[in-house]
């Protein structure tokens, strides 16, 4: 396998840090691009905005980059400016680069592809398991935006693509707030702390129904495979562990890893916005009693974002056949993977 100079857009993210770390250990050369150059292990660090596009030209220039691995996004109050403001930033990325250089990209984006964006969300036809086949959802969705730009850039440039859609990822990641798995153990651990019950704070739907989720690693192996096998460039590929799993158990089990009691789903969804208002103080106050790395709550855990994920009224699995069939076939147990991810968070002090 052929490795080459990577840039990893959005190298601080769950997504993007961990694929910088991989590719790395992979023997590739690594640039990692964010908004404010950070410290890593083997990745040369590029700091740009990437909404500025002189600053985002005069940081790229003269980078000999071969693959681009693009794995971020910003928010906006809705999703006409998400569209804006995204393809905004891929745009700037593609016009600074050596175009004569680049060989391959691949962006990041995920079940929202199928789900509708978050203002039309369960609008699309909803029935599972989601292919990569499926026609886009109508409506202002920043992924068709990104998407189309890529294709626009590789089009024009003549390199290949790919595009990878995982479902909500699980890895570990400093200082990136959207992130399931480490906000399900900030709030464990409160439960822990204060004695309250361990509350599913999602629908009866997602309680039940069966679902699936993407390790970093898993989404990390399937980008380079990706972009270094001929014959999977220019597709989109779903990016699953392989496992299906409900809630109902999994819940009970990360309890169970945490010591935590745990009754049955409520009727009506609870929250975590809500189970958690005033929680900065008590998680002032773990830190302090274990001596734990981070007391800004807020650094850690995404309340809004899990309640999105597990709020959901619709059942939600990912077709893997497609990605089988051009021959990758890595699989991991989603439970391993959570629990790797809490342990991890113990050994760097992150939670009790």
């Not at 600053?55 to 000999?64: K, R, S, W, Y």
């Not at 175009?99 to 964006?117: C, F, I, P, R, W």
């Not at 745990?262 to 103080?281: F, I, K, N, S, W």
Request: aromatic share 10%; charged share 25%.
């Amino acid at each position: 396998m052929r490795k080459g100079t990577a840039l990893v857009v959005g190298a601080t993210g769950i997504t993007g840090g961990n694929l910088a770390s991989y590719l790395v250990a992979s023997g590739w050369t690594v640039y990692g691009l964010s908004r404010r150059a950070t410290e890593q292990s083997g990745v040369i660090p590029v700091a740009a905005d990437l909404l500025d596009k002189l600053a985002t030209e005069q940081a790229l220039a003269g980078l000999p980059i071969t693959h681009v691995f693009y794995c971020t996004w910003i928010r906006r109050d809705n999703e006409k400016a998400n569209v804006e403001a995204n393809s905004a930033m891929m745009r700037h990325l593609f016009e600074a680069l050596d175009s004569d250089n680049l060989e391959h990209a691949s962006l990041v984006t995920g079940t929202k592809q199928y789900l509708g964006s978050f203002e039309a969300y369960g609008s699309g036809r909803l029935e599972t398991p989601f292919r990569e086949s499926e026609p886009r959802v109508p409506g202002d969705n920043f992924y068709y935006a990104l998407e189309d730009v890529l294709f626009e850039a590789a089009e024009r440039h003549g390199f290949n693509w790919n595009v990878h859609r995982p479902h909500t990822v699980i890895g570990y990641a400093r200082g990136n707030a959207m992130n399931m798995g480490t906000t399900i153990a900030v709030y464990a651990s409160i439960c822990k702390a204060t004695g309250q019950p361990f509350v599913f704070p999602g629908s009866q739907t997602q309680w039940n129904a069966l679902t699936d989720m993407t390790d970093a690693l898993v989404l990390a192996r399937q980008m380079e495979w990706a972009a270094t096998t001929p014959g999977a460039a220019n597709q989109a590929f779903n990016t699953v562990n392989g496992d299906v799993f409900r809630w109902r158990r999994m819940w009970r089990e990360i309890g169970e890893y945490f010591g935590l009691e745990v009754a049955d789903c409520p009727e009506t969804p609870q929250p975590l916005e809500e189970q958690m208002v005033g929680a900065e103080a008590t998680w002032r106050e773990i830190v302090a009693k274990h001596d734990l790395v981070e007391p800004d709550v807020d650094k850690l855990a995404s309340w809004w974002h899990t309640d999105a994920d597990l709020g959901r009224d619709q059942e939600c699995i990912n077709d893997t056949t497609k990605s089988r069939d051009f021959g990758f076939d890595h699989f991991r147990e989603t439970r391993g993977a959570f629990f790797d991810l809490f342990d991890r968070l113990r050994a760097e002090k992150i939670i009790p």
